[in-house]
T-cell receptor, first 116, second 112 residues
Framework: GDSVTQMEGPVTLSEEACLTI???????????LFWYVQYPGEGLQLLLK?????DKGSNKGFEATYRKETTSFHLEKGSVQVSDSAVYFC???????????????FGQGTILTVHP | KAGVTQTPRYLIKTRGQQVTLSCSPI?????VSWYQQTPGQGLQFLFE???????NKGNFPGRFSGRQFSNSRSEMNVSTLELGDSALYLC???????????FGPGTRLLVL
């Protein structure tokens, strides 16, 4: 079945440092890929998405490129801020017909803490 | 446009009781999905409803059930609560189930 693997956390960075959170996936065909962010006490917010190979999703300075050859969708940001502190989830929606309707498969989440 | 809303936000129950959670999707969205989030298991898919029909289901026991109404609002029910059911329950909506999902703030359930 579909699966998503994220890099182990937590990740602690100083403000203005570069961020990379690795995400790899296993799925048949061409799934849609997402990054969601969760702030303390809240639900998930969509950060960015990509629906086909070589697509680059971007939002709020974050970027991720859909790499079919390496089955990866790594999240990057050139300069993080204290306000970026949150839990980041990589997710996919598969293409397997009925079993993919409304279903996202998530990675385990990566806690990011940014210090001033 | 209003986002996904979930009620109640917090709930405390005791073992053996049952609970019903409610979710109102974004206006125009007909697909509603439910997820359970726990520190140990992460985010797990419970089920998805579209046009009042359960169309997809995750690997949860029959104690977990749901339904969807004609206005696309959805409820989730958990019967015979167990301590392990303590979790954040998240609802998400999308237009038809194959587009981007948008999440509500969740209902935090504590079972004592």
């Amino acid at each position: 079945g579909d699966s998503v693997t994220q890099m182990e956390g937590p990740v602690t960075l100083s403000e203005e440092a570069c961020l990379t959170i690795n995400c790899t996936y296993t799925a048949t065909g061409y799934p849609s890929l997402f990054w969601y962010v969760q702030y303390p006490g809240e639900g998930l917010q969509l950060l960015l998405k990509a629906t086909k190979a070589d697509d680059k999703g971007s939002n709020k300075g974050f970027e991720a490129t859909y790499r079919k050859e390496t089955t990866s969708f790594h999240l990057e940001k050139g300069s993080v801020q204290v306000s970026d502190s949150a839990v980041y989830f990589c997710a996919l929606r598969g293409m397997s017909g009925g079993t993919s309707y409304g279903k996202l498969t998530f990675g385990q989440g990566t806690i990011l803490t940014v210090h001033p | 446009k209003a986002g996904v809303t979930q009620t109640p936000r917090y709930l405390i129950k005791t073992r053996g009781q049952q609970v019903t959670l409610s979710c109102s999707p974004i206006s125009g969205h007909r697909s509603v999905s439910w997820y359970q989030q726990t520190p140990g298991q992460g985010l797990q898919f419970l089920f998805e409803y579209f046009s009042e029909t359960q169309r997809n289901k995750g690997n949860f026991p029959g104690r977990f059930s749901g339904r969807q109404f004609s206005n696309s609002r959805s409820e989730m029910n958990v019967s015979t609560l167990e301590l392990g059911d303590s979790a954040l329950y998240l609802c998400a909506s999308s237009l038809t189930g194959v587009e981007t999902q948008y999440f509500g703030p969740g209902t935090r359930l504590l079972v004592l």
